[in-house]
Structure formats: C-alpha cells, structure tokens
C-alpha cells in the first residue's frame, strides 16, 4: 500500500511539475509575441491579434487574426501556426514548418500618382525556418527605396529549406497625373523558394502567372491580357541586392553577383489594339551590380515629383549622368530572348533570338538572328544583324549632351569609338515596287585603333545582289544591254601604323557579279599622328603625307561589251564599230601624247588590247619615282594629267 501511495505521490508531483513548466513557456512565449506587436505600436505603427496559444508537448504557436499596419503597407492573415518551435539561444527562434493561411499583403500611395496594390493567397507554408529574435524596426520610411532594402535586409537575417506559396491572386490601381486610370488583375501558381540562407536563395520558382490590365490612354479604353510559365531564379544574393539601395554603400566598388541564372517561357500577351506577342523563352545569366555605380537613392533624388517642375536642361544631363553610371554597374554575362512572333497587318513577324551581354558600360555584342517577316512590298528575311562593342554608358552622356547643345562635326566624330562595328548577313528584301529582292548575304563593317576619335584601321566586307531601278536614267546603258541585276562582292581593308607612318588600302577588292572583277593595292607615306586630329593643325600635317605605290587589277567579265553596246546606241552603229571608234579615240590620244612620256603611251596601248579582247585582264602599277607629296599630285593632277603622272613609273600589261 505504501508503494501505491508513493508512486501516486511520484506522479502527482511530475505532473505539477509539467503543468508549472507548460506554464511557464506558454507565458513567455506569448509575453515574447505581445512585445513584438507593442513594438509595432511603437514606431508609429498599428498590430493587433486574436488568440494566442502555444502548445508545449507539441511545440506549436497559434496566433489568430494577425493584422500589422505601416504605411504603405497592411498585411492581415486569419492564423500563423509555427510548429516544431525552439530557441536554441535567446537571439533566434526556430520553426520545423509556419503555416500562413489566408495572407493579405496590401500597399497604397495617395497623390497624384495614386496606386494600390494587393496580394491574396489561402496558405504559405516555411520548412525549417530560423529567425532573429530581437527589437522589431520598421522601415525608415515609405519610401520605394527604403522598402526594398528593409525587405533585403529581413530576407538576408532569416533562413528556411522552402517557402510554398499554391497560388497568389493580386490586384492593380494606378492613377497618372492627368487622371487616367489602370487596372489589373494577376494571379501566380506553384511559387516556391528553396533553401534560403546567409542572405541568399538558391533557387526561385513559379509554374506560371496570368494576367489581366484595363487602361484609358487618350479617352480609349485599352484591355491587355498575358501570361508566363515556367518561371525560374537561381542563385539570388540579397544581400547584394540591399547594398545597391543603400546610401551607405556610395564607396563599394566591389561587383556582387545577385542572379546566376534566370529563365522563363513562353510569355504570350496581347491586347484590344491588336498588339498579339509570343517568345517562346527568355533566359540571363551571372547578373551582377556594383553598389557604388548603381546608387538609386541619388538618382531617385533628382526625378522631379509628378506634376512639379520639369527639369533644367542642367538638371537633365546630371540625371542622364547618373542612368549612365547605372549602367556601369550592371553585369550580365549572357542573355537571350528566343522564338519571338508578333502579329501585324502585314502578317506574322518571327524572331529567332535576340541576344546581348553586358559589362562596365559596355555591350560585348548585340545581335538579332532569324528574322521573318512581311512589309507592305512584300516578304523580308534576315538572317543577322549585330552591333560589336556599344558603350552604352558613353552612348548616354554624349546623347545627353547633344540634346543641350547641338554638336559640331567634329564633336559627333565622338560618337564613332563607342561602337567597333556592325554586321547584317542573309537578308532579303523588296527593293521598291520592282517585284525583286535585295539580297545582302554579308556586309560587315568594323574599325579600331582610334587616335583621338577617328579610327585607323576600318575593315569592309559586303556581298550583295539585287536588281536595276528601270526607270532611274542612270542605269538605262546597263538595263539597254540586259543586265537588270548588278551583283557586288567587296572586301576593303585600311590600317595605319604609327611606328613607320605608313598608311595602306590592303585588301580593295570589287566584284561587279557580270562585269567586272577589280582589285587594288595602295600606300601612304609619312602620315603623322596630326592628320588625324581634324584640326587646323591637321591640314598642315597633311601637307606632309607622301604618295606611294598603286597597283590596280581589272578582269573584265562583260564590262567592255556593255560600254561597247552603250557607245553603239548613243552614237549609231553595230558593236563592231563601236568598238573600233573607242580603239580609234584610245590611239589618237597616244599619238598625242607622243615621245612626251612613253610610259603613258603603253599605259594607253595596254587600255586599248583591254578593250579590244573581251575577258582581258589588265594591270597597272605606278611607282613614285622620288618621294612627292600627296596633295601637291592631286593639285597637278587636275591641272596637267601628264605631269601628274610623269612623277610615275608606270608598267602596264594584259593577258594575265
């Protein structure tokens, strides 16, 4: 019997004890959530809560009607249930999984600007949270830019293997200055974050968001509706995220990555105006800011309020510094958009891909590939067009100082070393009302070297067909011989080099598809720095360029017969005549010119054996016999061909 009893005793005092202990912690875990809302409270803010429990055997906190009130934001939820609760120590508090069901998230702005926006989903759910436990700080103001680093900063301090969020529905109101309104509705699916932790997430995703927007844009009422899939973000830095809005950062030159990667598609959208667009997927990688680039607060600081007063042109250019400066921040290793289709009158426009990178200001390379289209003469294709090397940020400033100021020539020069070239390959497209396509399979033009803002090595490459204009007088001989479509195939290239002063066309070659196949090599020498300066000081440096060797090939493809044919029908007469006319005029001038110069009188013999026999190949090659400069040849040039020339040796041959 006494064993009974003590062990009834035993029992009774364990069960005290649990009770006294399920007691206590439920007092302090509600008397730890009761300061937090009274901290809200005082901050300027309002928080208010229905019941709290806590259940100790199963380490559960239940907190109904949660509302949390600063402005701009309101958040209500009927309950939050925090499972699995623990305090390792006493500055933070862990969750095995937090049940949010029925969040609202809501934010208004008043103004002439007014907006308001909510969120609505009936659960979200954290696995393996940890948090801080601590003094609750609102915001430092409402602020956009104190908003977001006060909502970095609160990602960066927690940590959770997940957030699951089914679905969210949202709302849109937003009204402009002059009083139009926009009204949307959105709804997102399947959102989940995995494995927050230090300040970053490793991956974020959404299996897809609609979308619905009702808007009146000069008293016509416009509904545009869209969705997009399969949404994805690796890698995301917060942290680096808080330190580009942060004001304290102004010095932080170091480039933090905030994205690894970022995907998402199809994206379709579409609206009552007739605007219907499809991209089959869009993706970006290695993203990355430079806090002491970026710095939004001082750019936010010069946008004049809605409705204030617009901006000095002083004030402009200091803002268009500041969006060029952001661009000196932004890094993006990669990006693309592919599969792009857009409806027009016309019909359907197909884009294969759009790309681009992006680093210290600079786009490495621009490039669209596989368009597909149709204007209003007819079908269009490309295959590409790039842009190498766009310093975008230069780009800016200059644009923002020319818009003040309207430039010299020599100011816009200025404008050359931010791009190094562009390329269009595998186009097609109407030329006029001919029927006919122009046909470009290369031209790409890229230059460098600059000294001051003119290049000193350009390179040209461009092959191209497409038909004659019939009814410009111009290209009436070529169209009255049958040639209706003029083929070309360039390659130019020129360089200087500084060490020997040496200037050279090399490679000039021209291929006139049916006529005419060219090529030419060039030379100066003694070309100074100056001459590139397009100054006063560089016309007297010019005066110092020195004239050099000249070799010119011509294969003759059909040339010689359309100037033939074109000589017959203007003065009357067969080919054969014609032909021996030109020879005749050819010959007459050599007699003229006589023992003056017997070197120019072969130059002429071998121009007559290029004329005489079709698909002849003449060469000529002028060597200067002394060193002369430049500009005084041309000037004699133009006033005594013969004395111009005599400062040459001339060799000239056919048959090669």
Not at 110 to 117: L, S
Not at 134 to 149: I, M, V
Not at 253 to 278: F, W
Not at 489 to 506: H, K, P, T
């Amino acid at each position: 019997m006494k064993k009974i009893l003590l062990g009834l005793v035993a029992v009774v005092i364990v069960a005290a004890g649990l009770f006294g202990f399920d007691f206590y912690t439920q007092r302090r875990i509600i008397g730890e959530v009761e300061t937090a809302f009274e901290q809200v409270h005082a901050q300027g803010g309002k928080a208010s809560h229905g019941a709290i429990s806590f259940d100790v055997l199963k380490r559960t906190l239940t907190i109904t009607n949660v509302t949390l009130e600063t402005a701009p934001f309101i958040v209500k939820a009927a309950n939050v249930v925090a499972h699995g609760v623990s305090q390792a120590d006493a500055s933070r508090v862990s969750a095995e999984s937090i049940d949010i069901n029925d969040i609202e998230v809501s934010a208004t702005t008043d103004g002439k600007q007014a907006f308001k926006i909510t969120y609505k989903a009936p659960l979200v759910t954290l696995k393996d949270y940890s948090g801080p436990v601590g003094t609750f700080r609102l915001p430092a103001s409402s602020s956009l830019l104190d908003l977001y680093r006060f909502g970095f900063e609160q990602l960066a301090a927690i940590s959770a293997a997940s957030v699951t969020v089914p679905s969210v529905t949202g709302t849109v109101q937003a009204r402009t200055p002059a009083g139009e309104a926009t009204a949307g509705e959105f709804s997102y699916s399947g959102l989940v974050l995995e494995n927050i932790k230090d300040g970053r997430i490793a991956s974020t995703k959404a299996s897809g968001v609609v979308f619905t927007a009702d808007s009146q844009a000069a008293g016509k009422a416009v509904k545009v509706t869209g969705k997009l899939a399969d949404i994805r973000a690796d890698d995301i830095d917060f942290a680096a995220m808080a330190a580009v809005v942060d004001p304290g950062k102004a010095d932080d030159d170091k480039d933090y990555r905030v994205y690894r990667h970022i995907a998402a598609g199809p994206y379709e959208i579409s609206s009552t105006q007739g605007l219907n667009v499809r991209i089959e997927g869009m993706t970006a990688d290695d993203i990355g800011l430079k806090p002491s680039r970026m710095q939004l607060p001082k750019l936010m600081e010069m946008i004049p309020p809605a409705g204030g007063t617009p901006p000095t042109p002083e004030q402009a250019h200091a803002m268009m510094e500041r969006v060029a400066a952001i661009y000196d921040g932004v890094r993006i290793g990669s990006s693309e958009m592919r599969g792009l289709t857009v409806e027009t009158p016309q019909g359907p426009v197909k884009l294969a891909s759009i790309r681009l990178n992006l680093a210290n200001g600079k786009i490495g390379e621009f490039a669209i590939e596989g368009v597909d289209g149709r204007g209003p003469q007819g079908p269009i294709k490309l295959g590409r067009f790039a842009l190498k090397s766009v310093d975008i940020a230069n780009l800016m400033r200059l644009t923002a100082q020319f818009a003040a100021k309207k430039p010299l020539p020599e100011q816009a020069l200025a404008l050359l070393p931010l791009i190094e070239g562009a390329e269009v390959k595998g186009l097609v497209a109407p030329y006029k009302t001919t029927g006919k396509p122009v046909n470009i399979d290369v031209l790409s033009l890229d230059w460098g070297q600059f000294v001051g803002s003119i290049p000193s090595r350009l390179r040209l490459t461009a092959k191209l067909s497409g038909p004659l204009d019939t009814a410009d007088p111009a290209y009436q001989p070529l169209v009255a011989a049958g040639i209706d479509t003029v083929k070309i195939d360039a390659d130019l290239g020129a360089s200087w080099m500084e060490a020997s002063r040496a200037f050279a066309l090399e490679p000039v070659k021209l291929d006139l598809g049916g006529l005419l196949n060219a090529s030419a090599r060039a030379s100066l020498g003694n070309v100074p720095r100056e001459v590139f300066a397009l100054n006063p000081q560089s016309i007297a440096a010019a005066s110092q360029i020195e004239a050099g060797a000249i070799e010119l090939t011509l294969h003759d493809l059909g040339v010689v017969d359309a100037a033939v044919g074109a000589f017959s029908r203007s003065h009357g007469g067969g080919k054969d005549e014609a032909r021996q006319a030109i020879l005749a005029s050819i010959k007459a001038q050599g007699e003229a010119i006589g023992g003056s110069n017997p070197e120019t009188a072969a130059l002429l013999a071998a121009i007559s054996r290029f004329v005489e026999t079709p698909g002849q190949t003449l060469v000529i090659k002028l060597t200067p016999r002394a060193k002369a400069p430049a500009q005084q040849l041309l000037e004699l040039l133009k006033t005594d061909p013969q004395s111009a020339l005599a400062q040459f040796k001339i060799e000239a041959s056919t048959g090669l």
